[in-house]
């Protein structure tokens, strides 16, 4: 079956204690991004990958780490967390190409809640 | 940078009825993507519909349709002979060719029996 999986689904932690949500998808997709979901904000992009070796801030960057190692993972890693990053996190996989429109569209995994304490 | 705004943070309409989501953006591109999203209550995100701005003609897909209105930079949502399973957020978002992607802040719509 095509899909994105995170893990782990639901994680409570102490403030400073590191961690990483990881991300798969099994569809060989180039593009993968990273986003928070808060009340009364939508999604944020955290970051995104448009290929391996290949990544970039979004908008709300601080704070997080990524790394794209191979193609079909894609980590988020949190240093230091603090309690203003209790959120879910959504990782999403896209296999776009420039006009091909489409193929745009983003394909979500389940979420991550996280909270910080 | 673009932004995303949906002026209607909850909506409501009977079972059956059409309802119309508003979503407005700001770019200074020509070409990008736009989407719908609706997310249940099992917070799974599913794409609704897709419009590419070098596309005139409005998407539809189903009883989904949207209103592309490119100088205006509006992309509303309308949802025909609503049904109870169409309760969700509602969440419009923007996509440009370097793949920056940016969501609105989602609207509640309700679907009433």
């Known amino acids: 079956e095509a899909q994105v999986t995170q893990n782990p689904r639901y994680l409570i932690t102490v403030t400073g204690k590191k961690l990483t949500v990881t991300c798969s998808q099994n569809?060989?997709?180039?593009?993968m991004s990273w986003y928070r979901q808060d009340p009364g904000l939508g999604l944020r992009q955290i970051y995104y990958?448009?290929?391996?070796?290949?990544?970039d801030k979004g908008d709300v960057p601080e704070g997080y780490k990524v790394s794209r190692k191979e193609k079909r993972n894609f980590p988020l890693i949190l240093e230091s967390p603090s309690p203003n990053q209790t959120s879910l996190y959504f990782c999403a996989s896209s296999p776009y190409q420039i006009g091909q429109g489409d193929r745009n569209e983003q394909f979500f995994g389940p979420g991550t809640r996280l909270t910080v304490l | 940078a673009q932004t995303v705004t949906q002026s209607q943070p909850e909506m409501s309409v009977q079972e059956a009825e059409t309802v119309t989501l508003s979503c407005t953006y700001d770019t200074s591109e020509n070409n990008y993507y736009l989407f719908w999203y609706k997310q249940p209550p099992s917070r799974q995100m599913i794409l609704v519909i897709r419009q590419e701005a070098y596309k005139q003609q409005n998407a539809t897909e189903n009883r989904f349709s949207v209103n592309f209105q490119k100088a205006a930079k509006s992309f509303s949502l309308k949802i025909s002979d609503s049904q109870l399973g169409d309760t969700a957020m509602y969440f419009c978002a923007f996509m440009n060719y370097g793949q920056n992607f940016v969501f609105g802040p989602g609207t509640r719509l309700s679907v009433l029996p």
């Open positions: 990958s448009m290929n391996v070796e290949v990544t």
């Open positions: 569809m060989n997709h180039e593009y």
